[in-house]
C-alpha cells in the first residue's frame, strides 16, 4: 500500500507559496493514521515523503519555538 492509498484529505499548498509557479513549495496531505505526507508542488510526481503522526507533531512544535525566538 502507498502513501497515496491511505490520504483521507487532498493535497494542499501552503497559504505562504504565493502564485509564483517559481516559488519553491510543498504540498501536504492527512493520512488516516494521523501522519502527514509531504512532495514538492512542482514536481509532485518525483515521491512523497511520509511523517508519522509524532514526527510531524515534533516538527510542527520546532517551527513554532523558532518563530517565537
Not at 6 to 19: A, D, H
Not at 34 to 59: C, E, I, L
Request: hydrophobic share 30%.
Amino acid at each position: 500500500m502507498s502513501v497515496s492509498d491511505e490520504l483521507v484529505t487532498p493535497f494542499r499548498k501552503s497559504s505562504y507559496s504565493g502564485s509564483d509557479p517559481n516559488h519553491e513549495c510543498v504540498e501536504v496531505a492527512h493520512t488516516a493514521d494521523g501522519g502527514r505526507a509531504v512532495r514538492d508542488s512542482k514536481n509532485p510526481a518525483h515521491g512523497t515523503a511520509y511523517f508519522a503522526p509524532g514526527a510531524w507533531q515534533a516538527f510542527i512544535t520546532h517551527l513554532n519555538r523558532s518563530e517565537a525566538s
